[in-house]
């Protein structure tokens, strides 16, 4: 329930929203039909290339055309969004909610940004203002 403001908030921090994701190539135009207003939007499918192979990552930074340290990858599962991200060189966020924040752990020694929420990420990663 919270995708669509959280994307919103993203957006009015100024910041730019890609969604890419493991999803057939239909799910594009039914995510923009629900709302769904993203810079960049592709699926698996259409890329030809899924999480978590690490072509996927490096597709993402040139879909969203950024230095992976710019990047924050935000992802549910442990295995296929934080993990390879964090590998890939991008600035992991592992969204703790549903089945797959009480099925995984991080390894010992593995920090990362934990969010339980999209809307909340906003003030974490909101450009700095300069004056």
């Known amino acids: 329930p919270d995708a669509l403001p ?13 969604v890419v994701a493991n999803q057939p190539a239909s799910r594009t135009a039914e995510l923009r ?9 592709a699926m698996s499918d259409e ?9 996927f990552f490096a597709r993402v930074l040139e879909l969203v055309d950024a230095p ?3 990047v924050a990858y935000v992802g549910d599962r442990v295995d296929n969004d934080v993990l390879p991200a964090l590998r890939a060189g991008l600035r992991p966020v592992w969204l703790r909610r549903g089945p797959w924040a009480a099925l995984q752990r991080l390894p010992a020694g593995v920090a990362v940004t934990e969010a339980r929420g999209l809307p909340e ?6 450009p700095p203002v300069s004056g």
């Not at 039909?33 to 939007?41: C, I, Q, R």
């Open 47 to 55: 890329l030809g290339v899924a999480k978590p192979d690490p072509a």
């Open 6 to 18: 959280g994307l919103a908030a993203l957006r009015g921090a100024g910041l730019r929203v890609a």
């Open 121 to 126: 990420l906003a003030g974490r990663f909101a």
């Open 33 to 41: 039909a629900l709302g769904v207003d993203a810079e960049v939007m």
């Open 68 to 70: 992976a340290e710019r």
